[in-house]
């Protein structure tokens, strides 16, 4: 049998790409919870975003190309969403698991992608999603789950549909490029958040040798392996692969944090992988919607 040459081998490179990318950053997250007693998760907030966009400033060296109006206008937009989404979602970490915060944030890109559509088939991946967030949120007296918590999870959703559509337009001016510039304006946003909550602790040398790492592992390596793999995979592959992430934090929590989560809340889960999984499959147009 003949080993497989580039053609075969170049579409795994941005599977593999997305898939670390998902590690990474879950792996970040829970190191990230484990420093919310020192400087809260603001603190964190800052720290991340903060090194990212210094990591990401020397690697891309943005200033190199100069900016059109509309797109240093949609950077503008991309990075307030992702300064946002990251504030919001380290919020959420304080009081709910790290799996669960981040089924119920799936729900932004979910919306996304069922935003517009008109097909009736679709309706079954929005009740299959709906069905999920009924089993974690707190609609009833028996739910355990933090209502606080959850409420910023959802707020962290939108944040991150916004900087989905955001992203698609910032991308035009370079995907690493942007990226870093994105990054840095959303430093900018939590940083004053982020002193006011974490003080002189922010600069001690242990933290900030933690909050490098999780720069690295939660926002620098992840954002542009996705980033790669965006530009090079068709929209339901992406989407597809995109589903695992609530999974893959869950994995990630139980192994980094030891949190466990019920059969009704991995039943939830599962509902809201199998409703993203069925968006991107779904999303491809028949011959004749292409036609």
């Known amino acids: 049998m003949r080993a497989p040459g580039p053609e075969g081998a170049a579409p795994l490179l941005p599977i593999a790409a997305l898939v670390a990318g998902m590690v990474s950053i879950q792996s970040g997250a829970a190191l990230a919870k484990g420093l919310f007693p020192v400087i809260g998760a603001t603190g964190v907030t800052a720290l991340r975003v903060g090194f990212s966009a210094l990591i990401l400033l020397a690697l891309w060296r943005p200033w190199r190309r100069p900016l059109e109006r509309r797109e240093a206008g949609a ?121 006011a909550q974490g003080g002189g602790a922010l600069f001690t040398p242990d933290t900030l040798l933690t909050g490098l790492a999780i720069a690295v592992l939660s926002s620098a390596l992840p954002y542009s392996l996705e980033m790669f793999a965006l530009q090079r995979l068709r929209r339901e592959a992406f989407g597809i692969l995109m589903s695992l992430e609530p999974a893959v934090a869950a994995l990630a929590a139980l192994a980094l944090l030891g949190e466990r989560l019920t059969p009704v809340q991995w039943l939830a889960v599962g509902c809201v992988i199998a409703a993203s999984v069925g968006v991107a499959v779904s999303g491809r147009p028949s011959p004749a919607e292409s036609a």
């Open 75 to 195: 950077i503008l937009l991309y990075g307030a969403a992702l300064g946002l989404m990251n504030l919001l979602f380290y919020l959420a970490l304080r009081t709910i698991p790290l799996g669960i915060a981040v089924a119920i944030e799936f729900t932004g890109p979910l919306a996304v992608a069922l935003f517009g559509s008109r097909r009736l088939r679709d309706l079954a991946w929005i009740g299959l999603a709906v069905l999920g967030l009924g089993l974690l949120l707190p609609l009833h007296g028996a739910a355990s789950l933090d209502p606080l918590g959850a409420a910023l999870a959802l707020g962290a959703g939108v944040a991150w549909g916004l900087y989905i559509v955001f992203g698609q337009w910032a991308g035009r001016a370079g995907g690493g490029p942007a990226v870093s510039l994105g990054m840095s304006v959303a430093a900018l946003l939590a940083a004053p958040v982020g002193l």
